[in-house]
């Protein structure tokens, strides 16, 4: 049984910084690609940003240049730098990975269970 399991997340003031995490457990043999998706009061999950095996990195335009995704391979875990953080950013975040967990089976798309960041004014 895999879990991804967030930690990370709580209240900052505007211009604050918070740092996410999501490690993988369970019977992991390959990770493909890590992201973070947001989802605030009444809209619909956004993608925040992703990072692929080799490292490669993607950004939402609201977040561009704002946010750090990054990955540890050796602990199964992706990260999300959060700074100069705005109201706007206040959603629930959402942490998922691609990942197998047989040798030469197909990736399936996991989830984590969601972590409430809050900016406030």
């Known amino acids: 049984q895999v879990q991804l399991v967030e930690s990370g997340g709580g209240l900052v003031q505007a211009g604050g910084s918070l740092r996410l995490s999501c490690a993988a457990s369970g019977r992991v043999v390959s990770i493909g690609d890590m992201g973070w998706h947001r989802q605030a009061p009444g809209k619909q999950r956004e993608l925040v940003a992703v990072i692929t095996s080799d490292e490669s990195t993607n950004y939402a335009d609201s977040v561009s240049g704002r946010f750090t995704i990054s990955r540890d391979n050796t602990k199964n875990t992706v990260y999300l730098e959060m700074n100069s953080l705005k109201p706007e950013d206040t959603a629930v975040y959402y942490c998922?990975?691609?990942?197998?967990?047989?040798?030469?089976?197909?990736?399936?798309?996991?989830w984590g269970q969601g972590t409430q960041v809050t900016v406030s004014s």
């Open positions: 998922n990975a691609d990942l197998s967990s047989y040798w030469y089976s197909r990736y399936s798309r996991y």
